[in-house]
């Protein structure tokens, strides 16, 4: 029983309040989660499939932020100051004044439930659906409300003093690539890839080469018959040769290059080359022209078959060390102090390596001993480095 009659109008108005306050709520909190859960990287896909939608996306998730967050949180605070007041006055004409809390305290779990609750989960779930009618509405909105948008992002840019505030840390993205093996969106070796990849910015040469204490190398005027029953015995397919001492490596040789002038019992067609002390004659690549002669004698020394070799500072980033390698064509690269001396070896596998988080064993090295050390190396390494082995 009421206070006071009613008429059929007061009845159609309250449902009128209840309804502006619940489908304009709704709205606003579905556009709102849609906004916040759409992804920069979802953007970026989409920019090659829709350009002119993925420019709109981007205004409004990244550059217009604050204006897409003040027009729908604007509607939202209108629906409801409205619509709770003029609900509550038309409740206490229909139901009186008796009713009056029971009805407020309904109305209070329909918007928490109706307009909070569940049109945020939806928008946060079904975000990939509904982000074309989402962009649509809040653009809409942000014309319709233009001036208290305006008012807003100004209020908003005078207290943040314009500061960019970096979202996403190297840690955060690690953290992510995790998430992803776990919710089946990336495979395992996907994400060590990943992890690697965004720590190898902070590694040093230090952290990848190997030491000068232990590098293997051969003086430069050393016959090139007298090398090879030494290079013959090693697995490495690049050597370091060096005029006194190591600290002062000069470029490096091919074991292949050792290898061919050292058994090669052949003199190019047409071509007499001169034989002395009994030696023998092999041709010269092209590479290495002498004299003009298309020969090279096994009695020749290792700096005939010299190439080139990066050398570079110890400050070096690992990051610009490989790019500077992949441009160069360079697979060995020498690391110098500020004296002058060798620190240490980095090779192109070296590098590889330490992105794709195991170690490499080229298909040559069938002594179980090497593998057995090239597996020990590794894993010393990158615990050292905190790069992530699944192995390990």
Same mark, same amino acid.
């Given at each position: 029983?009421?206070?006071?009659?009613?008429?059929?109008?007061?009845?159609?108005?309250?449902?009128?309040?209840?309804?502006?306050?619940?489908?304009?709520?709704?709205?606003?909190?579905?556009?709102?989660?849609?906004?916040?859960?759409?992804?920069?990287?979802?953007?970026?896909?989409?920019?090659?499939?829709?350009?002119?939608?993925?420019?709109?996306?981007?205004?409004?998730?990244?550059?217009?932020?604050?204006?897409?967050?003040?027009?729908?949180?604007?509607?939202?605070?209108?629906?409801?100051?409205?619509?709770?007041?003029?609900?509550?006055?038309?409740?206490?004409?229909?139901?009186?004044?008796?009713?009056?809390?029971?009805?407020?305290?309904?109305?209070?779990?329909?918007?928490?439930?109706?307009?909070?609750?569940?049109?945020?989960?939806?928008?946060?779930?079904?975000?990939?659906?509904?982000?074309?009618?989402?962009?649509?509405?809040?653009?809409?909105?942000?014309?319709?409300?233009?001036?208290?948008?305006?008012?807003?992002?100004?209020?908003?840019? @005078?207290? !943040?003093?314009?500061? =960019?505030? &970096?979202?996403?840390? %190297?840690?955060? *993205?690690?953290?992510?690539? /995790?998430?992803? #093996?776990?919710?089946?969106?990336?495979?395992?070796?996907?994400?060590?890839?990943?992890?690697?990849?965004?720590?190898?910015?902070?590694?040093?040469?230090?952290?990848?080469?190997?030491?000068?204490?232990?590098?293997?190398?051969?003086?430069?005027?050393?016959?090139?018959?007298?090398?090879?029953?030494?290079?013959?015995?090693?697995?490495?397919?690049?050597?370091?040769?060096?005029?006194?001492?190591?600290?002062?490596?000069?470029?490096?040789?091919?074991?292949?290059?050792?290898?061919?002038?050292?058994?090669?019992?052949?003199?190019?067609?047409?071509?007499?080359?001169?034989?002395?002390?009994?030696?023998?004659?092999?041709?010269?690549?092209?590479?290495?022209?002498?004299?003009?002669?298309? @020969?090279? !004698?096994?009695?020749? =020394?290792? &700096?005939?078959?010299? %190439?080139?070799? *990066?050398?570079?500072?110890? /400050?070096?980033? #690992?990051?610009?060390?490989?790019?500077?390698?992949?441009?160069?064509?360079?697979?060995?690269?020498?690391?110098?102090?500020?004296?002058?001396?060798?620190?240490?070896?980095?090779?192109?596998?070296?590098?590889?390596?330490?992105?794709?988080?195991?170690?490499?064993?080229?298909?040559?090295?069938?002594?179980?001993?090497?593998?057995?050390?090239?597996?020990?190396?590794?894993?010393?390494?990158?615990?050292?480095?905190?790069?992530?082995?699944?192995?390990?």
């Amino acid at each position: 029983m009421t206070d006071m009659p009613y008429t059929p109008e007061d009845v159609i108005m309250l449902a009128a309040y209840v309804l502006l306050a619940l489908v304009c709520s709704f709205l606003c909190s579905v556009a709102e989660a849609v906004l916040l859960s759409i992804t920069p990287s979802y953007i970026e896909a989409l920019g090659e499939r829709n350009p002119k939608h993925a420019a709109r996306l981007r205004k409004l998730k990244n550059d217009k932020l604050n204006q897409s967050l003040s027009a729908i949180l604007t509607l939202n605070t209108i629906a409801h100051t409205v619509g709770a007041i003029g609900a509550g006055a038309k409740a206490t004409v229909v139901f009186g004044n008796a009713w009056f809390g029971l009805f407020s305290a309904i109305m209070t779990l329909m918007i928490l439930f109706l307009s909070e609750i569940v049109p945020k989960t939806i928008g946060a779930v079904y975000w990939s659906i509904l982000e074309v009618p989402t962009a649509r509405f809040v653009q809409s909105l942000i014309v319709i409300l233009y001036p208290v948008v305006w008012i807003s992002e100004k209020l908003t840019a @005078f207290i !943040s003093r314009r500061k =960019v505030v &970096n979202n996403s840390s %190297r840690d955060e *993205l690690i953290a992510m690539a /995790s998430l992803g #093996v776990k919710t089946g969106q990336l495979h395992s070796k996907e994400s060590r890839i990943i992890e690697n990849l965004l720590r190898f910015e902070t590694l040093k040469p230090s952290d990848i080469m190997t030491p000068r204490t232990v590098i293997f190398a051969l003086p430069e005027d050393m016959k090139i018959r007298d090398a090879w029953p030494i290079i013959s015995r090693k697995p490495f397919s690049r050597i370091p040769i060096y005029t006194d001492s190591v600290d002062s490596i000069t470029g490096f040789i091919l074991k292949d290059d050792v290898l061919i002038h050292s058994t090669q019992d052949y003199v190019a067609p047409g071509i007499q080359g001169p034989k002395k002390n009994n030696e023998r004659s092999i041709p010269l690549s092209a590479e290495y022209p002498r004299n003009g002669n298309s @020969f090279l !004698s096994t009695g020749e =020394v290792l &700096n005939v078959l010299k %190439r080139e070799i *990066l050398t570079v500072p110890e /400050s070096i980033s #690992v990051t610009s060390l490989f790019e500077q390698s992949l441009k160069n064509r360079h697979h060995i690269a020498v690391i110098v102090n500020e004296h002058g001396g060798t620190e240490g070896l980095v090779t192109l596998e070296d590098l590889i390596e330490s992105i794709i988080g195991m170690e490499i064993v080229d298909e040559t090295d069938r002594v179980e001993d090497m593998r057995i050390l090239a597996r020990k190396r590794w894993v010393k390494r990158a615990k050292k480095m905190g790069i992530k082995d699944s192995s390990i």
